[in-house]
């Protein structure tokens, strides 16, 4: 009987996420399967894809004995200078050298990586013949690790094939990738589940990337040791980017309304649109956001909090690599990709830098408060689990409640006051529309459709926060 109450209780989960607000209310239980793409215009099915991933205190110590039971001959194992003397490294390479695992080490990722450095990680990978990869850092280091493996199981492609349209060529990855192990060492970007690798295209000065479930790592393993290692802002802006994964994917464009419907599965893309599966991951990653991650960032010995942190990005990153994000990440891309001079405080880095779980929020107000009216229902329940009162808000106020609650929630976190405070202006505004617009494997998801002038007034509008 325990069986069918769990399996009764998950049908109830799935039911009650189908709400019927105007972006969401036509959606889950038509049966639409039946109809072929050849006479609908929007798709009509989703599938999920996620990582293998093991969790608990101390489990990289297994790693060594995950390589040998692969029979991995030679290991590429990626991480960052900062990481590569700290803890987590240095359990890694323990494990292996206890187990006989034969291995290089690439230790150049940077931080918030970029087309050209991609190219010399992969550069490294193609000089070898390595039949397993190994990341352990933030998803800096394991978008790194995907790319290096992707390009060196197809030495003949150019490097703009595989990357997102209109930028690069989109092509859908046919070939078979070598296993990929990841390490996640902050509890935010949620890498180690999703097909996605991300990157600053220089000439652009804007954010890109390379989607495709072939990519998703086989392992992730969840180590919530390793988190005690991040700095106050570190945890602070991971966690962040567990708010707005939550936030966006349980707000994004349904599934079924997402155009155009895949001629081919092999075409329907890792980012769908929302979906009652992915809807209970990222409501419930939220419910953690909302109870332990002031205390992860203002205590970093908490355990309890840091461990339900790194658990919440694992959630997240279930439900939005399989949902996708909307326009807090399209918006964020150009934020870092222009930055000028700032450099983020708890970085070590050689360079300025925003980073991307900063980038993402700073404009998180603007743009719940501008995508309410197409789901009110979900933008209350939303600012409900991150403590504010909605028994007397009207579905009409969705947005400013959900908006200031973001401001409070910010504000007790000591996030800087908007863009202006990381170095942008006014002027700089037509720069960052200019970066968003080619983002529409984003973008496209948000459930209201939006203007260049509309990305003006959010833009805009996060110039300050408070």
């Known amino acids: 009987m325990a069986g069918r109450d769990r399996i009764a209780h998950l049908l109830r989960q799935l039911e009650k996420a189908a709400c019927r607000c105007p972006a969401h209310s036509n959606t889950y239980h038509q049966g639409a399967g039946a109809a072929a793409c050849t006479v609908r215009k929007t798709d009509y099915a989703f599938e999920m894809a996620s990582s293998n991933i093991r969790y608990g205190e101390g489990v990289t110590r297994e790693i060594g004995m995950d390589l040998q039971n692969m029979g991995a001959r030679n290991v590429c194992l990626m991480t960052d200078k900062n990481l590569s003397v700290l803890p987590p490294v240095k359990a890694v390479l323990e494990s292996m050298a206890q187990n006989g695992v034969n291995y290089k080490v690439y230790d150049q990722v940077r931080v918030e990586p970029t087309d050209t450095s991609f190219k010399q990680a992969i550069a490294f990978a193609k000089n070898d013949s390595f039949d397993v990869y190994v990341a352990?850092?933030?998803?800096?280091?394991?978008?790194?690790?995907?790319?290096?493996?992707?390009?060196?199981?197809?030495?003949?492609?150019?490097?703009?094939?595989?990357?997102?349209?209109?930028?690069?060529?989109?092509k859908p990855v046919t070939g078979v990738l070598k296993p990929l192990i990841a390490v996640p060492t902050t509890a935010g970007t949620g890498s180690e589940t999703t097909?996605?690798?991300?990157?600053?295209?220089?000439?652009?000065?804007?954010?890109?990337?390379?989607?495709?479930?072939?990519?998703?790592?086989?392992?992730?393993?969840?180590?919530?040791?390793?988190?005690?290692?991040?700095?106050?802002?570190?945890?602070?802006?991971?966690?962040?980017?567990?708010?707005?994964?939550?936030?966006?994917?349980?707000?994004?464009?349904?599934?079924?309304?997402?155009?155009?419907?895949?001629?081919?599965?092999?075409?329907?893309?890792a980012y769908q649109g929302s979906n009652p599966i992915s809807d209970v991951w990222s409501r419930h990653a939220l419910n953690v956001v909302a109870k332990y991650m002031k205390r992860a960032v203002r205590d970093p010995e908490d355990l309890e909090a840091r461990s339900s942190m790194h658990l919440a990005s694992v959630f997240a990153g279930i439900g939005f690599g399989n949902a996708g994000v909307h326009l807090c990440h399209g918006m964020s891309y150009p934020i870092a990709g222009n930055v000028k001079t700032y450099r983020a405080k708890g970085y070590n880095v050689d360079h300025p830098v925003v980073p991307h779980g900063l980038s993402v929020v700073l404009t998180s107000p603007a743009v719940f408060n501008f995508t309410a009216p197409m789901c009110p229902e979900r933008h209350l329940e939303a600012a409900e689990i991150l403590g504010a009162d909605i028994s007397r808000v009207k579905r009409e106020d969705a947005g400013p409640l959900l908006a200031d609650t973001l401001r409070q929630f910010l504000y007790d976190l000591q996030v800087e006051d908007g863009l202006s405070a990381v170095g942008y202006t006014k002027d700089d505004v037509p720069d960052l529309v200019k970066g968003t617009i080619p983002q529409e494997r984003v973008t496209k998801l948000s459930p209201r459709e939006h203007t260049e002038e509309d990305l003006t007034h959010l833009f805009e509008a996060s110039l300050k926060l408070y």
């Open 136 to 170: 352990v850092g933030g998803g800096s280091v394991i978008d790194t690790c995907k790319a290096a493996n992707l390009y060196a199981s197809h030495p003949e492609a150019d490097f703009l094939d595989f990357v997102n349209a209109p930028i690069g060529k989109g």
């Open 195 to 269: 097909g996605v690798a991300i990157f600053d295209f220089e000439e652009l000065k804007a954010k890109t990337g390379i989607a495709s479930r072939a990519l998703k790592p086989t392992l992730g393993i969840v180590d919530p040791l390793h988190t005690l290692h991040m700095p106050e802002r570190v945890a602070a802006n991971s966690g962040f980017d567990v708010l707005c994964h939550s936030l966006e994917s349980y707000t994004a464009l349904p599934y079924n309304m997402r155009k155009p419907c895949p001629p081919n599965p092999i075409n329907r893309p």
